[in-house]
C-alpha cells in the first residue's frame, strides 16, 4: 500500500477496506495502547480498552464523519473508554496514587473527588471534553503553553520552568489558573467538579 494520508485511508474504511484499517491501526495502536495504560497500569486491560476503540471504530466506519485528525479522534476515543473503565470497575489503589498526585501538582485538594460521584455522574462526555479543549484554547498564549506543557508526562514543573525561563510558582501559578478557568467553564454548564478534574486528568498523556 503506497503512503495514503489518514483521511485518505478513513474513506477507504468506509467502504470496509481491511488493508485500510490494518494500515491506520498500525498508524495508531501503540499511542492509543500507551495512553490506555498509563491510567489503568495493566497491560491486559490497556490491551483490551484499545482493541475496543478501533473495534468500535471500524464497526461505525459507514457512519464515521472525522473533521479533526484521526490523532485527536482516537484519543478521544480512548478517554471515553478510560472513563467508563473506571465508573464500572472503580479506582484501585494505584489510581488514587495517580490522581492524587495530579490533584497536588495542579494545587487541588484531594478531598474534592469523591469515587462514588464519579460512578453516580450522568455522562455527557463528548459536550465535557470539548468544553475542556475550548478552555484550553481559549487560554492566553503563555498560560496555554505552561498547561499544554504540564498535560505531557515528559515534563515536571521543574522541567517546564526551566525551559520558559520561569520560577516554578509561576509554573505552579500559571496551572492553578488555567484549571480555575476551566471550572468557571464547567460550573455554568453544571459539570460536577469531581467529574471535571476527573476527566482533565484522562486528558493528561
Known amino acids: 500500500m503506497k503512503q495514503w494520508e489518514d483521511a485518505e485511508l478513513i474513506a477507504l474504511v468506509s467502504e470496509s477496506d481491511a488493508e485500510a484499517f490494518t494500515e491506520l491501526y498500525q498508524r495508531h495502536w501503540k499511542y492509543i495502547y500507551g495512553i490506555a495504560y498509563k491510567?489503568?497500569?495493566?497491560?491486559?486491560?490497556?490491551?483490551?480498552i484499545t482493541q475496543n476503540v478501533f473495534m468500535e471504530f471500524y464497526d461505525k466506519r459507514e457512519m464515521l464523519e472525522i473533521h479533526?485528525?484521526?490523532?485527536?479522534?482516537?484519543?478521544?476515543?480512548v478517554i471515553y473508554k478510560l472513563s467508563n473503565y473506571f465508573r464500572t470497575r472503580g479506582f484501585r489503589e494505584k489510581h488514587y496514587r495517580n490522581f492524587q498526585q495530579f490533584l497536588e501538582e495542579s494545587g487541588e485538594k484531594a478531598e474534592v473527588f469523591s469515587a462514588l460521584e464519579l460512578q453516580e455522574t450522568e455522562l455527557r462526555f463528548e459536550e465535557m471534553v470539548e468544553l475542556i479543549y475550548?478552555?484550553?484554547?481559549?487560554?492566553?498564549?503563555?498560560?496555554?503553553e505552561?498547561?499544554?506543557?504540564?498535560?505531557?508526562?515528559?515534563?515536571s514543573i521543574n522541567?517546564?520552568?526551566?525551559?520558559?525561563?520561569?520560577?516554578?510558582?509561576?509554573?505552579?501559578?500559571?496551572i492553578s489558573k488555567a484549571l480555575e478557568r476551566i471550572r468557571r467553564?464547567?460550573?455554568a454548564h453544571?459539570?460536577?467538579?469531581?467529574?471535571?478534574?476527573?476527566l482533565v486528568w484522562l486528558t493528561k498523556s
Open 39 to 48: 491510567k489503568t497500569g495493566d497491560k491486559n486491560d490497556a490491551f483490551d
Open 190 to 198: 453544571a459539570v460536577p467538579a469531581a467529574y471535571l478534574l476527573f
Open 185 to 187: 467553564e464547567a460550573k
Open 146 to 155: 505552561i498547561f499544554l506543557m504540564s498535560r505531557s508526562e515528559q515534563y
Open 68 to 77: 479533526i485528525p484521526l490523532k485527536n479522534y482516537l484519543r478521544t476515543a
Open 134 to 144: 475550548k478552555s484550553i484554547d481559549e487560554m492566553p498564549e503563555k498560560m496555554k
Open 159 to 174: 522541567e517546564i520552568a526551566g525551559k520558559l525561563n520561569l520560577s516554578p510558582q509561576t509554573v505552579k501559578n500559571q
